[in-house]
Structures are given as C-alpha cells and as structure tokens.
C-alpha cells in the first residue's frame, strides 16, 4: 500500500454507519472487501474499501441482495466498481471507487471532524 491515507475499523464503521461486527462479517464472505492488516492485526481501510463497503451496504441492506448476488455482481463488475455506483446515501458515483468525487470526499471529511469534536468532548 502506497502511502495512502486509511481509516481504522471503528473510523469506517461510523462514516458508513454500520457496526464493527459487520464489517468483520463482510470482509469474511465478500471475495472483493480484503482490508490491509497491520503486523499488530489491525484492519486498516482505503478510500477504495469504504467506497465497496458503502455500495455493499446499499446492495445488502436497499436492494435486498445476497451475500452470493452480491460477489456475483462485484465479480462481473472486475477489480474497479465502475461508473454509476451507488453510495449508502444514494448517490452516484462515476469513475472507479479509487477515483472518489471531491463531493464525497468532503462528507467523509466534515464527518470525520464531526467524529473528532465528539471524541475532544468526550475527554472534557
């Protein structure tokens, strides 16, 4: 991995809104969810991941498909997830998940700095 910005499992659950178990499940049964893990075993996500694991929460939770149907279609769709996906908001995403609009990049930063003042006013 490149020196790529990633996101650790707690982080991730809390943007794509979904809980930590899940996306233990998911990397377990979805051929195409492979997080890196640390030497420690920490799984830590890319923007690409939680651009998967936001149209996996579509597909699974909106669509109703199956964990099969789910890796049938990611399968047929190759590496990439190709233009015209979807994100858990309903938003379309053009270009390959590695390729995120600046839109969207934007909600995962104002979320995460939403994270972050929760967490400084935790320690308060």
């Known amino acids: 991995m490149r020196n790529e910005l990633t996101y650790s499992i707690g982080h991730v659950a809390e943007m794509v809104d979904v809980t930590q178990s899940t996306l233990r499940y998911w990397e377990t049964v979805i051929d195409a969810l492979k997080p890196v893990k640390t030497a420690g075993g920490s799984r830590r996500y890319t923007t690409e991941d939680i651009a998967l694991i936001q149209k996996l929460k579509v597909l699974l939770h909106d669509e109703g498909l199956t964990i ?22 309903g938003e379309v995403i053009t270009g390959t998940a590695g390729e995120l609009p600046s839109d969207l990049l934007q909600e995962i930063l104002a979320r995460l700095k939403e994270i972050k003042n929760i967490l400084e006013n935790d320690e308060e």
Not at 70 to 89: C, I, P, Q
């Open 68 to 89: 099969k149907g789910v890796n049938k279609y990611l399968a047929s769709r190759g590496k990439g997830m190709a233009a015209e996906d979807v994100t858990a908001s």
